[in-house]
T-cell receptor, first 114, second 111 residues
Framework: DVKVTQSSRYLVKRTGEKVFLECVQD?????MFWYRQDPGLGLRLIYF???????EKGDIPEGYSVSREKKERFSLILESASTNQTSMYLC?????????????FGPGTRLTVL | KQEVTQIPAALSVPEGENLVLNCSFT??????LQWFRQDPGKGLTSLLL?????REQTSGRLNASLDKSSGRSTLYIAASQPGDSATYLC??????????FGQGTRLTINP
């Protein structure tokens, strides 16, 4: 079974802090994704990556950056956390195989910025 | 721009009933459609994926159908159980492996 793990289930940070959210997958997937989920807004794509050292902006990249130095690890960085970044953050991964198997998600990190 | 809609937003049924969850999308040029469940405060669990060339997929008590031309998918749950209570999300892939999600249907199965 695919396993996607995220470094923290709950995180509380102060405004202005630099925040790192880590995601690791164990199935050698090429693609990795970061989403945030907010009530009434659903899941929105922040950034994604098709390969090591590659990154693409999603629908809401402002205020975020990412890093993918190794195939299995995809990090989301909040350079200077703000209260409007309080949210549930979800990481996902997928392969390029055919037939496709879709995206697999981690357990999520609930981030609160005070 | 692709829009995915799930109606109703919430559904409550007695245990044992068969039920159907609906998903509609505005742009029929999709690669795949994926159904997920999400328990409160948790991540998403993949249930079924239907490729654009397929009409349906089955897994246990779940059956998902796809009518690409009309922009609709349904998730059929047979003999519902209290453990099926969760939010169910559908998502379409339009290319580049990116998913567009619906808002979900919150399902409650009453014992």
């Amino acid at each position: 079974d695919v396993k996607v793990t995220q470094s923290s289930r709950y995180l509380v940070k102060r405004t202005g802090e630099k925040v790192f959210l880590e995601c690791v997958q164990d199935m050698d997937h090429e693609n990795m994704f970061w989403y945030r989920q907010d009530p009434g807004l659903g899941l929105r794509l922040i950034y994604f990556s098709y390969d090591v050292k590659m990154k693409e902006k999603g629908d809401i990249p402002e205020g975020y950056s990412v890093s993918r130095e190794k195939k299995e690890r995809f990090s989301l960085i909040l350079e200077s956390a703000s209260t409007n970044q309080t949210s549930m953050y979800l990481c996902a991964s997928s392969s390029r195989e055919n037939p496709p198997k879709g995206q697999f998600f981690g357990p999520g990190t609930r981030l609160t910025v005070l | 721009k692709q829009e995915v809609t799930q109606i109703p937003a919430a559904l409550s049924v007695p245990e044992g009933e068969n039920l159907v969850l609906n998903c509609s999308f505005t742009d029929s040029a999709i690669y795949n459609l994926q159904w997920f469940r999400q328990d409160p405060g948790k991540g998403l669990t993949s249930l079924l994926l239907i490729q654009s060339s397929q009409r349906e997929q089955t897994s246990g008590r779940l059956n998902a159908s796809l009518d690409k031309s009309s922009g609709r998918s349904t998730l059929y749950i047979a003999a519902s159980q209290p453990g099926d209570s969760a939010t169910y999300l559908c998502a379409v892939e339009q290319g580049a492996q990116k998913l567009v999600f619906g808002q979900g249907t919150r399902l409650t199965i009453n014992p």
